[in-house]
């Protein structure tokens, strides 16, 4: 862990506030923003995903908004997953690649209307690319980042805190749906998504001067649920098999590669990026596969910047690209990133600078 | 500051560990990577940057590679700068805009062969930039980023030091123009660059398993000249007047209103992207122009993450996008990005937090 630096390349969160005087302790930076990961009791903040409800500064979750008549037409030819049927509410989880079908990006895609749609994006820059091909195929769309900074409310509990805030039609929203509402006169989006297995919300607050209150009033309406601040947690994530764009991924990774297939229809029209190279790989079949990976041992093991090699019978397979500490499993558990012809239940091995770790390849979901 | 989280989608510098060996204290993120910022001795490393040598991990300046019969002309398509007279070995410093005549990013353009050019960019996706125009314009060219890392070695007394290491021909090298050779078996390109306006050089190490051998190697030859590690500083760049893409400009930031306006030749081909975009504000004026603002007060003030509002006479004029207290001024100084009608000499009031800061509009560089 090392400082950083202040500097203007890195814009504020609404909630930046909040979150500071919440006892924020640690950031990272994602999509050039600063996002808090943690207020000082790792262990706490997780169980209280699991049991509870979580508030988390999810703003750098920018949106990329596609505004105008060919709005639609453009959300089409950014992904391969077919959205002819995607209804005004309804969100999405897209894979976005590039000519060579090279994931690129996986936001949730929201249709706001016919004419415009909001790309809730990972950490790559989505709106320089949108722009570029809109401009390019001469269509009638602006490509834009509104004002506008998702909060996530995550566990168990998080129906009850947004049904006490929003009122009980919430709890009739599936899973990636959303409405435009008020929050005491805030405007915002709600929605049933979240970076984690647990169940939640996420309010997109589209008023970036009302972070704080936005940030006041939910925790208020979550005191008799026992909130607390929180983050998008590593290990629930990896217990729960989410991928991390740019953190599980490389710059040859394919959706097909990393669960991501059922998101792909080769179906759609021939001016879907990147569409001509992914049915060839999935008439070729991928060179890799992301497997889960449970590592020998029973107490945490630190975990370094940057993916681990991953060796069985001596020769290189691929990569261990994140793992964590399980607190459920008591296991240090990752998501390996391995040539097809490593199977479940494989023994393996991983090189961890000095040391060898002796791993088994699994399934993914962990839990 | 706040602790940086390790996390995978930060990728290792080749030259991190001696970096941390050399007592680097903060980072921060650039181009998903992590730059050392600071070593512990923030005037020392200054004064050591203006009056004799310093060192500085710049492997963030990542290198976007053109290769192939189309590279030229994709150089071409992406910088309104006129290229048709660039020398191999020779380096330009190019703006490169989106096609509303926006500032993406600004690297130095070096042309390696008539077939091989790379962009060292500043923090922003170029790669997914010029992989979007090359496929859509059907380009024979391949878009990637090499195994490239450059170090920086500057001060008035790193000539001396890339001499010594080198041979007396780098002396003969002008400013951006390079040439590839070996140190000591490490295949590198030497050119007459960095982000410092007191001369020096950047070595571009193309192999990133070498990355502590030559940060050694650059530390022991520069021992005589009382070398050090530093890195690319604020104070000094403010004083001279160097931009710093993202962090000066913002999403609507064309290169006239921050001094790249001898950047751009309006007569480059109609294919260019934004030349349209960049005739129309050249003919019609800028909304903003960037200038100096001298800030009252003899005392240093602490930065915000983020753009303060300036005000003249009570009504906002623009924004002043960086400041730092300058060592050799002795004053508060930083970058105005001001409406048209601002001139040098105005009196203005910087609005930070609940404070009124008085300050006068200047001529750039400062020093």
């Not at 209280?48 to 949106?63: F, K, L, M």
């Not at 809109?134 to 409310?153: H, K, N, T």
């Not at 669960?259 to 079949?285: C, W, Y």
Request: charged share 25%.
């Amino acid at each position: 862990m090392f400082q950083i630096t202040p500097t203007s390349r890195l814009r504020p969160s609404p909630y930046y506030a909040a979150t500071v005087a919440a006892g924020a302790k640690s950031f990272i930076t994602y999509n050039h923003m600063l996002m808090p990961t943690g207020y000082g009791d790792p262990e706490g903040e997780y169980w209280r995903i699991i049991n509870g409800v979580s508030q988390w500064d999810v703003a750098v979750e920018r949106q990329v908004q596609l505004k105008g008549p060919d709005a639609g037409r453009l959300a089409q030819m950014l992904s391969p997953r077919d959205l002819s049927k995607q209804k005004t509410g309804q969100g999405k989880y897209v894979a976005l690649c590039n000519h060579a079908g090279t994931l690129i990006n996986d936001p949730v895609l929201l249709k706001l209307d016919d004419d415009l749609y909001w790309l809730s994006i990972a950490d790559s820059n989505i709106l320089f690319w949108s722009r570029a091909i809109a401009a390019e195929r001469g269509l009638d769309v602006e490509v834009s980042e509104p004002d506008v900074s998702p909060m996530a409310i995550q566990g168990p509990k998080a129906e009850d805190v947004v049904a006490s805030i929003c009122g009980d039609w919430v709890r009739e929203l599936r899973l990636f749906w959303f409405r435009r509402t008020e929050i005491e006169g805030i405007p915002v989006v709600v929605a049933r998504s979240g970076w984690s297995k647990q169940g939640g919300f996420e309010l997109y607050l589209m008023d970036g001067r009302k972070g704080t209150t936005l940030w006041h009033l939910v925790r208020e309406a979550g005191r008799p649920y026992d909130i607390g601040p929180g983050n998008p947690n590593a290990c629930e994530r990896i217990e729960s098999g989410l991928l991390s764009w740019g953190g599980d991924t490389d710059d040859a990774t394919n959706p097909f590669e990393v669960r991501m297939g059922r998101f792909v229809n080769l179906d759609v029209p021939d001016d879907v990026i990147g569409i001509d190279a992914l049915r060839r790989i999935s008439a070729e079949g991928s060179r890799r596969h992301q497997l889960g990976a449970v590592m020998a041992g029973d107490t945490p093991i630190e975990a370094p910047f940057w993916w681990l090699p991953i060796l069985r019978d001596g020769r290189r397979v691929g990569d261990l690209t994140n793992f964590v500490w399980s607190y459920r499993l008591k296991r240090n558990i990752g998501f390996a990133l391995v040539s097809r012809d490593c199977a479940v239940g494989d023994g393996v091995d991983i090189a961890h600078g000095d040391l060898t770790i002796s791993a088994e390849l699994t399934e993914l979901p962990f839990i």
